[in-house]
């Protein structure tokens, strides 16, 4: 394995000259071990102030009751649900990156899956307050499971996606932090073994006792794989059961049948665009260009363009499908989509997810760190005005015209939501203060096979063909990280 | 006979300290452990590390998982208390999959962390049994005992052939209870 020489048409995972399993270590540790910079302490105090808005908001809503939203009796579910299905589907990417692309052998994902998943985890948190907070009497949110009680004991309805979804999310959060936490106990004793005093004793507890034998990494790497079987149907189970508390109502516009892989492939999309978003910016705080590479960049842009374009299909899919039923009732649901008073959140959308995503077809954009992290921003607005465009205009128009009515969000309702994007990043910024952003023991593993220096290594011993090291070389092109100097002389 | 515990060889490289296992097992010595920053294939085989039956274990309470969520539901809301809904079935099979294959995932998941926990004796606060504290940074140690093995200069010489960069004699065990 580690002796393994790696083809020379692959790009490099790790860039860089000199690196050696201590400076990966060191460099993926510089945050942790050291005082916080500037650029952190100005991130962290204004998500606080979103997170403190959040927890006032949150309160209004639990002191007053969702009165305080902006619904009324026609839009009965509007930007709550609209957060909370946007912040599941931002959680998707970190179990695709770590359950997904380790079934597929895909190497890359070894330096970007540790910070996914903690924003898979601290995305989960972020939806299940929404789905707790839009109960109205949230002190009685135990009534979703199924407790024995008073009232008969009367059950919940299994029949119901609603109660579906409450499993599914909490299997979903649970399993996640399991794989999370499991991946960062040999991490954890990284830190542990290298510091001092009662920093060494709390990494210790954190750390379970991990020594590192053969045994425990055997079974580590079992335990890893079985986790990523069993979260992938699981990954693809949760969206399609969120899908599914729209798409077994009969309400035009939500009765659909393509919504179980639409949502998924959406859930992906606006994923990966949230992990482009958070560490295009911290692989630059945090000095990580060489592990957070340019060819990382480049795949996630290309699964955003695939998933994206799955998003545009689906949309048309669904218009197609609206005149095709004959319902009047759905093909008027989508004409007044698009068209109706709510055109603007609908363009909006498509706009945001399927037309400025296509521009990543483009070498010069997708190799392009600011235009991605724009484009990034940009897919994450189109997909909450997707969300937004699917509950609200559906329902905004029912059956009966005098009853139609618009949806005007009150303060409370854009200070949860602008609240929990604070929640969302204090949280990441503080795993970035305490925990290894990157996977180090997987990192080390890329080192000898995967790594820019083991391949210069191969060209300098001088039995490739020149073809292949004259593509490799041009491949380099694109990689910020990469000196061009080095490979002039060859 | 000095205090010395055990011997330990430094390595730099994963494929020297492969080396230097197959050399000390040429020679007899038995390999007491062997300290890794990262996973090394092949180790297993050569120590002789019986393969994982945790993924057997995962499958068996996997099926747990269906079969309880199936008895909830179906005690519950077919035998104990029937809705009518629309005076379709109480037995609605199909509705019951999402939840079966939830309590699937969850308890296969839980059950195969909790078994690796147990079975690798990791559990919050327990005291961290390393040799070297740079086997989880950038060494890769192979110990042996040292009472066992009574040739210590045929080890040091085998450890450094096989391009060890430091080899300790550590008279704790464990130097992390320091």
Redesign the interface.
């Known amino acids: 394995?580690?002796?393994h020489k790696e083809s020379i048409l692959r790009e490099p995972l790790i860039t860089g000259q000199n690196i050696?399993?201590?400076k990966i270590?060191s460099d993926i540790l510089l945050p942790v071990e050291n005082k916080p910079n500037r650029a952190w302490w100005i991130g962290f105090i204004i998500a606080l102030c979103g997170a403190t808005l959040w927890v006032f908001a949150v309160s209004y809503t639990f002191w007053f009751g969702i009165g305080s939203w902006g619904l009324n009796k026609t839009v009965g579910w509007a930007w709550d649900i609209t957060g909370f299905v946007w912040w599941v589907g931002i959680g998707h990417a970190g179990t695709l990156i770590s359950a997904v692309l380790l079934l597929f052998r895909q190497n890359w994902r070894n330096s970007i899956n540790r910070s996914a998943e903690a924003m898979t985890i601290f995305a989960v948190i972020c939806a299940a307050t929404y789905v707790v907070s839009h109960m109205g009497r949230p002190w009685l949110a135990y009534w979703v499971l199924?407790l024995p009680n008073q009232f008969?004991?009367?059950?919940v309805?299994?029949?119901s996606?609603l109660?579906?979804d409450m499993?599914?999310i909490s299997?979903y959060f649970?399993?996640s932090l399991?794989?999370w936490y499991?991946g960062l106990?040999?991490d954890i004793?990284?830190i542990?073994?290298?510091a001092t005093g009662l920093r060494r004793r709390i990494y210790?507890?954190?750390?379970?006792?991990?020594?590192?034998?053969?045994?425990?990494?055997?079974?580590?790497?079992?335990?890893s794989l079985?986790?990523a079987g069993?979260?992938t149907?699981?990954v693809l189970?949760v969206h399609t059961?969120v899908s599914?508390d729209f798409a077994t109502s009969v309400i035009p516009g939500w009765h659909t049948t393509i919504f179980p892989p639409y949502f998924v492939a959406g859930a992906i999309f606006s994923g990966f665009a949230m992990v482009l978003t958070l560490l295009l910016v911290a692989r630059k705080v945090l000095g990580l260009e060489n592990y957070i590479t340019m060819f990382h960049i480049e795949s996630m842009n290309k699964i955003i363009i695939l998933t994206g374009s799955i998003v545009g299909v689906a949309y048309l899919t669904e218009f197609f499908i609206a005149w095709y039923s004959g319902s009047e009732y759905e093909q008027y649901a989508f004409i007044n989509r698009s068209t109706g008073p709510y055109w603007w959140a609908y363009w909006m959308m498509m706009t945001c997810n399927v037309i400025s995503p296509q521009l990543l077809w483009f070498k010069k954009i997708r190799t392009n760190i600011a235009a991605t992290w724009i484009l990034s921003i940009v897919v994450n607005i189109g997909m909450w005005f997707e969300r937004f465009v699917i509950i609200v205009t559906s329902l905004h128009r029912d059956y009966i015209p005098s009853s139609w009515a618009m949806f005007y969000p009150t303060w409370v309702d854009v200070s949860v939501f602008i609240g929990s994007i604070g929640l969302f990043f204090t949280l990441f910024l503080l795993f970035l203060r305490v925990l290894p952003s990157i996977a180090?023991?997987?990192v080390?593993?890329l080192l000898?096979s995967a790594s820019e220096q083991a391949k210069l290594e191969q060209i300098k011993e001088g039995h490739l063909d020149k073809e292949y090291v004259a593509e490799y070389i041009e491949s380099l092109d694109k990689f910020d990280s990469v000196k061009q100097e080095e490979y002039a002389k060859i | 006979m000095s205090d010395i515990k055990y011997i330990l060889g430094s390595f730099g490289d994963p494929d020297e300290m492969m080396h230097g296992i197959e050399k000390l097992q040429e020679n007899n010595i038995k390999i007491h452990d062997v300290y890794t920053p990262m996973p090394i294939h092949g180790i297993e085989a050569k120590l002789g590390i019986k393969r994982s039956r945790l993924d057997i274990l995962a499958f068996f309470c996997g099926l747990t998982g269906t079969a309880s969520a199936f008895a909830l539901i179906y005690l519950t809301s077919v035998v104990d208390w029937k809705h009518n809904i629309g005076g379709k079935p109480a037995l609605a099979l199909p509705d019951f999959i999402p939840i079966m294959f939830e309590l699937t995932v969850l308890f296969c998941a839980f059950s195969l962390v909790g078994a690796y926990y147990a079975s690798t004796h990791l559990f919050p606060g327990r005291a961290p049994r390393v040799m070297d504290l740079r086997a989880t940074d950038d060494r890769f140690i192979i110990a042996i005992d040292a009472k066992e093995n009574a040739e210590h200069s045929k080890i040091d010489d085998l450890l450094k052939d096989a391009g060890a960069l430091e080899i300790k004699y550590n008279e704790r065990k464990y130097v992390s209870y320091e």
Not at chain 1, 216 to 223: D, I, L, P
């Open positions: 394995m580690s002796g050696t399993y201590s270590t199924p008969g004991s009367l059950w309805n299994f029949n996606p109660v579906w499993f599914a299997t649970s399993v399991l794989f499991t106990l040999p004793a990284t542990r073994d290298r210790s507890i954190f750390s379970f006792g991990w020594s590192g034998n053969v045994k425990t990494w055997q079974r580590f790497e079992a335990v079985i986790l069993i979260s149907p699981l189970s059961i599914m180090i023991a997987e080390k593993l000898k």
